[in-house]
């Protein structure tokens, strides 16, 4: 019986293939650049509705884009993943992976997710670039967002159905230096679109 030599790490066979076709060719041939919207906060705050009304006003300005929502993500690219603190740590790390490679094609990310400890935050700017990500704060008080609750996950959280639930039984960490600081508890979805329109503008992502 023939036994197959053990490979070892990848790190030693995989050697990383430099395209011609750069990040910055790819900017230049979309007219604008590109950078990641990280949308953090409570479930209820609003950061899926309004990264894709974001989106939708980009889309409209020509600007090239992609929504990563959290619930989406879990149907496919990470749908082994629990709610443990692992689990959520890793799921954080695979998103941030696959933003960097939206970036490198040329594609400004809109990721919405809970997120909710600084250290998988500060993990993503690791992996994608502080310079490439701009952290949005969307700041709802846990009461708004209970009564929100158009899932009915914090009924169920409160009644003990859903373990490590953020804002119950899970802490939320918020962020000490967003680029942007929105209090999506009272403003609207077009107030808080406008002031994201503005920070882009304002960073030179589009004109």
């Not at 941030?96 to 993990?123: C, H, W, Y």
């Not at 929100?148 to 639930?165: E, P, S, T, W």
């Amino acid at each position: 019986m023939v036994v197959e030599d053990k490979l070892p790490p990848a790190d030693n066979n995989v050697v990383w293939h430099q395209a011609t076709v750069t990040r910055r060719r790819r900017e230049e041939q979309n007219g604008h650049r590109v950078v990641n919207l990280w949308f953090t906060g409570l479930s209820g705050s609003g950061k899926s509705t309004l990264a894709h009304a974001v989106e939708e006003r980009l889309h409209g300005l020509g600007v090239r884009t992609f929504v990563f929502d959290g619930d989406n993500v879990r149907h496919g690219l990470c749908s082994d993943l629990s709610f443990s603190p692992e689990d959520r740590t890793e799921n954080i790390r695979r998103i941030a992976e696959m933003v960097n490679l939206f970036l490198e094609a040329g594609v400004l990310a809109l990721t919405a997710f809970i997120s909710p400890l600084e250290k998988d935050r500060q993990k993503v700017r690791e992996i994608v670039g502080a310079e490439n990500m701009l952290e949005i704060f969307c700041d709802t008080p846990l009461e708004i967002c209970e009564q929100r609750d158009v899932k009915g996950m914090y009924k169920k959280a409160r009644a003990g159905l859903i373990k490590n639930y953020t804002g119950i039984s899970s802490p939320y960490e918020p962020p000490t230096n967003p680029a942007l600081h929105l209090n999506t508890g009272t403003a609207t979805v077009e107030e808080c679109v406008e002031q994201i329109i503005d920070l882009l503008r304002r960073k030179g992502v589009i004109d």
